[in-house]
C-alpha cells in the first residue's frame, strides 16, 4: 500500500525559504519508472504542478518557478524533499506531493493529504 | 509549455444527468491526459489515465475519451458523491505535467 505525507513548516515569512519533505512507503523511488511529484493548490484555485523527480534522479521543474525550486531524494530514507526560495504571500497555498506511475501514463496516482502553507510576517 | 484549458469552469447538474467535460491542449499530447477528481479539503484521487483507461476502483459511469489535443470526461448517471471539481493534466511534456484550471459539478 502507498502511502505518502507532507511535513513542514506552517508558517513561512516573505522571503524566506520553505523546505517540504514528503515521506512515502509502499514503494522504492530507485527506478526510472517510478517518481514522487510535488503540487500546490493556493485556495479556492486550481492545482499547479511546481516540480518531479524520478528514481534514476531526472527531475524537472515548472518553468514559472524553477529559478526558486529544487527538488532531491533520500532514497535510504524515502523522502523527497522541495525548498522553494524567496516565499511570498502569492505561495500560500495547500502543497502535496503525489506518487508518479509511469505504468500508468505518467499520472500522480496516489496524493499525501496535503500540508498548509502560509507566507505572512 | 503546453497550456491546458477545460470547459466549462463550472456546471450545474442533478442526479442521474449525464455530464461532460472537454479539455484541450496547446499541442498534440497523444493520449498522454489524466484527470482527477477533488472533494472540499481533500487531495485529488486519480479517475483515468491515459485518456480513457479507468483507474481502478473508479465507477464505470466516469469515462474519458480522446486524442491529440482534445479530451472528454463524461459522467453518466450522476450521483451526489460526484459532485466535485474535476483537472485534466498532460503528462506528454517529459519535461512539465501542466494541469487544467478546473471544472466544478455543482448540484
Known amino acids: 500500500q502507498i502511502t505518502l505525507k507532507e511535513s513542514g513548516p506552517t508558517l513561512v515569512k516573505p522571503t524566506q525559504t520553505l523546505t517540504l519533505t514528503c515521506t512515502f512507503s509502499?514503494?522504492?523511488?530507485?527506478?526510472?519508472?517510478?517518481?514522487v511529484g510535488w503540487i500546490r493548490q493556493p485556495p479556492g484555485k486550481a492545482l499547479e504542478w511546481l516540480a518531479h523527480?524520478?528514481?534514476?534522479?531526472?527531475?524537472k521543474y515548472s518553468t514559472a518557478l524553477k529559478s526558486r525550486l529544487s527538488i532531491t531524494k533520500d532514497t535510504s530514507k524515502n523522502q523527497v524533499v522541495l525548498t522553494m526560495t524567496n516565499m511570498e504571500a502569492a505561495d500560500t497555498a495547500t502543497y502535496y506531493c503525489?506518487?508518479?506511475?509511469?505504468?500508468?501514463?505518467?499520472?500522480?496516482?496516489?496524493w499525501g493529504q496535503g500540508t498548509v502553507v502560509t507566507v505572512s510576517s | 509549455d503546453i497550456q491546458m484549458t477545460q470547459s466549462p469552469s463550472s456546471l450545474s447538474a442533478s442526479v442521474g444527468d449525464r455530464v461532460t467535460i472537454t479539455c484541450r491542449s496547446s499541442q498534440s499530447i497523444s493520449n498522454y491526459l489524466n484527470w482527477y477528481q477533488q472533494k472540499p479539503g481533500k487531495a485529488p484521487d486519480l479517475l483515468i489515465y491515459g485518456a480513457s483507461t479507468l483507474q481502478s476502483g473508479v465507477p464505470a459511469r466516469f469515462s474519458g475519451s480522446g486524442s491529440g489535443t482534445e479530451f472528454t470526461l463524461t459522467i453518466s448517471n450522476l450521483q451526489p458523491e460526484d459532485f466535485a471539481t474535476y483537472f485534466c493534466q498532460q503528462s506528454f511534456d517529459f519535461y512539465t505535467y501542466s494541469l487544467g484550471q478546473g471544472t466544478r459539478v455543482e448540484i
Open positions: 509502499g514503494f522504492s523511488l530507485s527506478t526510472t519508472e517510478v517518481g
Open positions: 523527480i524520478y528514481g534514476s534522479d531526472h527531475k
Open positions: 503525489a506518487h508518479l506511475s509511469a505504468t500508468l501514463k505518467y499520472s500522480f496516482d496516489m
